[in-house]
C-alpha cells in the first residue's frame, strides 16, 4: 500500500543531542513537508520541499534542518539549537499540481527531549 | 501573511445530530484552497473536505459540507448525522494559489456523546 512512514513513532533524547526524524514515501509525491503539533496552536510549517535538492523554510525553521536527496525521502534534524523541541512531528507529501492537491500525513513522531 | 482562525476549542454534540464547527480566515488572496482536514485520537491525519475559492458552489462530502462565504472569510463545516467515529480534533487550512505553503488554525476538538 502506498503511504508516509515516520519513524520511531516515540523518540527520547537528552538535552544538547541532534536528533533525526525519518520520513519515507511511496506515493511519488513531488513535494514533502514537516509541521510540528503542540497543544493549542496547531500544526506550525518547519520546511517544505518542492523537489529533490531544494527546500523552503516554513515559519519556525529556527533550530532545525532537513535534506532531500531522494524524492521518496525527507528527514528532519532537530539540533541543540532548538529551545524547545519536545512536541509531536508531521510530515506529509502532496502532488505539485494545481494546487487543490491535499496533503497526505504519516502517522507522526512524538519526541521528547529532557 | 494568512491566518487562520478557530473561535470554538471545543464542542460536543449527541449522537446523529448535526453540529457546525467555525473557521475564519484573513487573507489579502483572491485565489486559494480551503481545507479541511480531521485528527483523530490516533492523530493520523485525514482530509476531510475542501473548497476551491472561485468556485461559489459550497463543498459536500457525505454527510460533510461547508458554507464558503468568501466576502466574510468564512469556511464552517457542517458534519450532519454525527457519528461516534467523528469524535476528533478537526481542523481548518487555507492554501494560497501557486504557493504550497498550507497555513493551519488552531483546531476544534469534537466529542460526539452516545
Known amino acids: 500500500d502506498g503511504g508516509i512512514t515516520q519513524s520511531p513513532k516515540y523518540l527520547f533524547r537528552k538535552e544538547g543531542q541532534n536528533v533525526t526524524l525519518s520520513c519515507e514515501q511511496n506515493l511519488n509525491h513531488d513535494a514533502m513537508y514537516w509541521y510540528r503539533q503542540d497543544p493549542g496552536q496547531g500544526l506550525r510549517l518547519i520546511y517544505y520541499s518542492q523537489i529533490v535538492n531544494d527546500f523552503q523554510k516554513g515559519d519556525i525553521a529556527e533550530g532545525y534542518s532537513v535534506s532531500r536527496e531522494k524524492k521518496e525521502s525527507f528527514p528532519l534534524t532537530v539540533t541543540s539549537a532548538q529551545k524547545n523541541p519536545t512536541a509531536f512531528y508531521l510530515c506529509a507529501s502532496s502532488i505539485l499540481r494545481t494546487g487543490d492537491s491535499p496533503l497526505h500525513f504519516g502517522n507522526g513522531t512524538r519526541l521528547t527531549v529532557t | 501573511a494568512q491566518t487562520v482562525t478557530q473561535s470554538q476549542p471545543e464542542m460536543s454534540v449527541q449522537e446523529a445530530e448535526t453540529v457546525t464547527l467555525s473557521c475564519t480566515y484573513d487573507t489579502s488572496e483572491n485565489n486559494y484552497y480551503l481545507f479541511w482536514y480531521k485528527q483523530p485520537p490516533s492523530r493520523q491525519m485525514i482530509l476531510v473536505i475542501r473548497?476551491?475559492?472561485?468556485?461559489?458552489q459550497n463543498a459536500t462530502e457525505n454527510r460533510f459540507s461547508v458554507n464558503f462565504q468568501k466576502a466574510a472569510k468564512s469556511f464552517s463545516l457542517k458534519i450532519s448525522d454525527s457519528q461516534l467515529g467523528d469524535t476528533a480534533m478537526y481542523f481548518c487550512a487555507f492554501k494560497p494559489f501557486g504557493n504550497e505553503k498550507l497555513t493551519f488554525g488552531t483546531g476544534t476538538r469534537l466529542t460526539i456523546i452516545p
Open positions: 473548497q476551491e475559492a472561485y468556485k461559489q
